[in-house]
């Protein structure tokens, strides 16, 4: 087993995609990458580095039920992690959007991942530039900076892997070392 953890949630499969991609360029350092609506909460506590990551939905939501996914997802799942111990973890956080479709409310529900760990005492690191994104609001900046990677798969699909590869290089170390 892989010493970082990734999870993710997905409806169309574009963050699933993602999350493969960042287990293969991590190689023996990750564990293979489980979708949130198969994942315990002993599962994600288990890694003292994760990787979790979230398309938004909806309105500026978490995918899930509500938000008009095809299946459960973040939005049933990230209840649970609400109060748990994240602390002396490392977490990494990545968002799917659409700057084009929903600059108004660009990927928004990485804050809410982000809140509940954070809250839990975890240390989040992988924060991220917005630069070279065209949007007019987004929840998920903290300081200036999205609060993790932020990939926009309908727009910028030729950027992903370069910048899956920047933020791997910006973040392994910290994860390794969890
Ligand atoms: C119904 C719907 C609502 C969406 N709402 C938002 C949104 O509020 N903000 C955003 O940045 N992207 C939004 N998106 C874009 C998705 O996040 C994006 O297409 C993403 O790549 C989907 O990832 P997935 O294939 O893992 O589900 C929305 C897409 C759909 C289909």
Redesign the pocket.
């Given at each position: 087993m892989g010493k970082i953890g990734i999870f993710f949630g997905?409806?169309?499969?574009?963050?699933?995609r993602v999350a493969k991609s960042i287990a293969k360029k991590l190689g023996d350092d990750a564990a293979d990458p489980v979708n949130v609506n198969k994942a315990s909460v002993d599962d994600v506590l288990s890694y003292g580095a994760l990787i979790l990551g979230t398309?938004?939905?909806?309105?500026?939501e978490l995918?899930g039920l509500t938000s008009?996914a095809q299946a459960e997802s973040w939005e049933e799942f990230l209840p649970q992690l609400k109060g748990k111990d994240f602390s002396g973890k490392v977490v990494a956080i990545f968002g799917?959007?659409?700057q084009e479709?929903?600059g108004h409310?660009?990927?928004?529900a990485m804050i809410e991942i982000y809140e509940v760990v954070k809250a839990g005492g975890a240390t989040v690191v992988g924060s991220w530039s917005t630069d070279g994104y065209t949007f007019e609001k987004s929840k998920a900046i903290v300081d200036g900076d999205f609060v993790g990677l932020v990939i926009d798969?309908?727009n910028q699909k030729e950027l992903t892997e370069e910048r899956v590869d920047a933020w791997l290089d910006q973040i392994k170390s910290d994860l390794l070392a969890a």
């Amino acid at each position: 087993m892989g010493k970082i953890g990734i999870f993710f949630g997905s409806d169309t499969g574009n963050t699933r995609r993602v999350a493969k991609s960042i287990a293969k360029k991590l190689g023996d350092d990750a564990a293979d990458p489980v979708n949130v609506n198969k994942a315990s909460v002993d599962d994600v506590l288990s890694y003292g580095a994760l990787i979790l990551g979230t398309p938004t939905l909806g309105d500026g939501e978490l995918p899930g039920l509500t938000s008009g996914a095809q299946a459960e997802s973040w939005e049933e799942f990230l209840p649970q992690l609400k109060g748990k111990d994240f602390s002396g973890k490392v977490v990494a956080i990545f968002g799917l959007g659409d700057q084009e479709g929903y600059g108004h409310e660009f990927v928004d529900a990485m804050i809410e991942i982000y809140e509940v760990v954070k809250a839990g005492g975890a240390t989040v690191v992988g924060s991220w530039s917005t630069d070279g994104y065209t949007f007019e609001k987004s929840k998920a900046i903290v300081d200036g900076d999205f609060v993790g990677l932020v990939i926009d798969h309908d727009n910028q699909k030729e950027l992903t892997e370069e910048r899956v590869d920047a933020w791997l290089d910006q973040i392994k170390s910290d994860l390794l070392a969890a």
